[in-house]
């Protein structure tokens, strides 16, 4: 195999932190290479490098044996390196051919443009038709608009982050076959994920960042996803034993809870009927944009309802707001991290403050008492072992992973009788993914009544007591989720809602 992209000892520091220190590996034509790595690991400064949008403080790269050193993205593209990334940069009042032709340095004609989009996709088995209204389609059809908008600039090189985060196991199957077919004709592909058995079935080499730098090199399918994992955390990974169910009193009941959208493109809640005990962990499976954002509105309080559609125990909720419920002991974390969850420019110890104020008793009498918002602040970051200098760091200097860990942390140590909790270990590596699914678990030991909405049904199948898929806004009837299959979850994911029923 003949090397397109070589990385030469290549170095990034910010203040305060070396993200990247002295990488070097190659990337072979016609290569699925995975990066992997903890949370802060290196990962995304690395890639930005790769595809113009930060510039290395030391280290050279080389494409197909010429200098390489993208000053921008669109010079990138040029050379034939494109990225899609984990966010979404479309516009849902715009159409796939109008969507893709803002993201092309020189796109064509519309009618030679749609001609174009209808026949590369038909080729990669990702179709699409280039009139479609981006806000009427599902999250894996606008993930296929962002792929084919890459393969019309004809890319040598393809980064893709987290690409499977949002898909069903269908539709991962269509997106595999897609780059295997991309691999066969030539185009390598730098594969990040943190779902370690995709990394076993797809890639063909991978390389291990620790703390900025390389420190392993495989062979995925020689390896187990258990090796892999301590590859990233130069150590063993804990393996916690599941515990037993034993469902206490009924701790919250939703009856009948229809939800208007307020978002043309949003979902509305129809129907939406369950009851939570103490202990139990319903996961809610499917496809983002089935209305999971509004499902953790209305429970949250940000949104409201009648007063009886939901209960906490038997105090009827509906109408309250979030201060209200959370005093009560409901308390929630969406799936936005950074703006919903937590806010950017605010320090730790502020972002602490700002949902463990009631609980903790962070303000008495209206004065914040700081020393004790720090010391919540820094219990989070020790219980939960958020990678941070301190707790006077604001927000948005914490990798994504780290500020989830430190959003699941705030909200798990005030205790809640019920926790709501929206893509719980979206984007974080297995060792951050296994001690907060385990702290989700033991808070429920403990009698708190925990429900998961996500879209990784490896971590549902893994955590939960009891099971259900929202589609379309519709709930599906919760159902014991041992002996569910993947192939009967993706189904109802699809919209067939009383496919697996077998309770």
């Known amino acids: 195999m003949t090397v397109l992209l070589e990385i030469e000892h290549l170095s990034k520091s910010y203040p305060g932190v070396k993200a990247n220190d002295d990488i070097s590996f190659t990337i072979q034509e016609g290569e699925i290479h995975a990066l992997l790595g903890e949370n802060g690991a290196g990962k995304s400064t690395l890639v930005k490098m790769i595809y113009g949008l930060v510039k290395p403080d030391e280290g050279a790269m080389t494409l197909s044996g010429a200098a390489y050193a993208p000053a921008k993205p669109s010079v990138a593209r040029g050379s034939g390196v494109s990225m899609v990334f984990q966010h979404f940069s479309l516009f849902e009042a715009l159409t796939v051919a109008e969507n893709i032709t803002l993201g092309m340095d020189d796109a064509p004609n519309r009618k030679e443009l749609s001609e174009k989009i209808r026949e590369v996709s038909q080729n990669y088995g990702l179709p699409l038709d280039p009139d479609r209204m981006i806000g009427d389609m599902s999250v894996g059809e606008r993930q296929r608009v962002e792929i084919i908008r890459c393969l019309l600039q004809n890319p040598r090189l393809l980064i893709m982050d987290e690409p499977t985060s949002v898909l069903t196991p269908q539709e991962v199957d269509v997106l595999f076959g897609t780059l295997r077919k991309l691999s066969a004709d030539g ?125 906490l125990g038997a105090a009827p909720i509906g109408d309250t707001g979030p201060n209200q419920r959370r005093e009560m002991g409901l308390l929630s974390a969406p799936e936005e991290r950074l703006g919903h969850a937590a806010a950017p420019m605010m320090s ?154 077998h309770a």
């Not at 009837?477 to 192939?487: F, M, Y």
Request: hydrophobic share 45%; charged share 25%.
């Open 187 to 311: 185009v390598a592909i730098l594969y990040i994920s943190h779902k370690l058995d995709e990394i076993l079935a797809l890639c063909d080499h991978a390389t291990i960042l620790r703390m900025g730098k390389v420190v392993d090199t495989c062979t995925p399918k020689e390896e187990t996803a258990k090796s892999l994992a301590e590859m990233m955390i130069g150590g063993e990974l804990e393996i916690h034993a599941a515990t037993e169910f034993n469902p206490g009193a009924e701790a919250l009941l939703v009856a009948g809870l229809d939800l208007p959208s307020r978002d043309p493109f949003g979902t509305s809640l129809k129907d939406l009927t369950f009851t939570l005990r103490k202990g139990e962990i319903l996961g809610i499976g499917g496809v983002a944009g089935n209305g999971q954002d509004e499902v953790l509105a209305v429970l949250s309080g940000e949104e409201k309802v009648a007063a009886d559609m939901i209960r």
């Open 348 to 501: 730790l110890v502020q972002n602490a403050l700002l949902t463990g104020k009631i609980r903790k008793s962070l303000a008495p009498r209206g004065v914040v008492n700081y020393r004790k918002t720090a010391e919540f602040a820094q219990e989070i970051i020790s219980g939960f072992d958020v990678r941070t200098p301190g707790v006077h760091v604001a927000a948005k200097a914490l990798s994504g992973g780290n500020l989830q860990k430190f959003v699941i942390g705030r909200e798990v140590l005030q205790d809640p009788e019920v926790l709501v909790v929206n893509q719980p270990t979206w984007g974080v590596d297995a060792a951050a993914a296994a001690s907060i699914r385990q702290a989700l678990r033991q808070l429920a030991a403990k009698g708190a009544a925990v429900i998961v909405i996500s879209q990784d049904l490896d971590e549902l199948m893994e955590m939960s007591d009891t099971f259900a898929v929202l589609s379309e806004g519709r709930l599906s009837k919760p159902q014991p989720a041992k002996g569910l299959t993947i192939e009967e979850i993706g189904l109802m994911m699809g919209g067939d809602l009383e496919g697996a029923a």
